[in-house]
């Protein structure tokens, strides 16, 4: 649409007569498409495909009980089944990317599990990714010359 010389988009469009109509904004942002709020964080964790493969590097931005968004090096498809594992809180989420720009996706939880010995039979390589994980973290302590206690 354009008026006065400016282009406008629908999403524009949707939020002038939102404004106009109601006293309550039309709100564009997924956030409020969510069931569930989301708490900020900033968590390194493991995002690795369903085998256990094909494993990376990844932060933790903002997580719920039902999803998070995460930022790493690559893009993510959506539609892709991942495990992401919260070393920090030795939690793995079976997931499904529902979203990915660049180097932030967004995740929808299907199923939680304790990363600890009761893994599941199949789900072993958690434990195993897990542990490389915390090993690279204590190298990084290691080589900035901090004491490892």
Known sequence: MVANGLK????????????????????????????????PALTSAVVADVNGENACNCSIRDISAGGARIRLSRELPIGARIFLLDTSNRVAYL?????????????????????DAGLPTGLQFIWRLALEANLKDVEGVIATGLPVE
């Open 95 to 115: 997931a499904t990317v529902v979203w990915s720009n660049s180097n932030r996706s967004g995740l929808s939880f299907h199923q939680s599990y304790a990363i």
């Open 8 to 39: 406008f988009s629908r999403i524009g469009q949707r939020r002038t007569a939102a404004l106009a109509n109601s006293e309550t904004p039309c709100v564009d942002d997924f956030s409020e498409r969510r069931t569930r709020p989301r708490k």
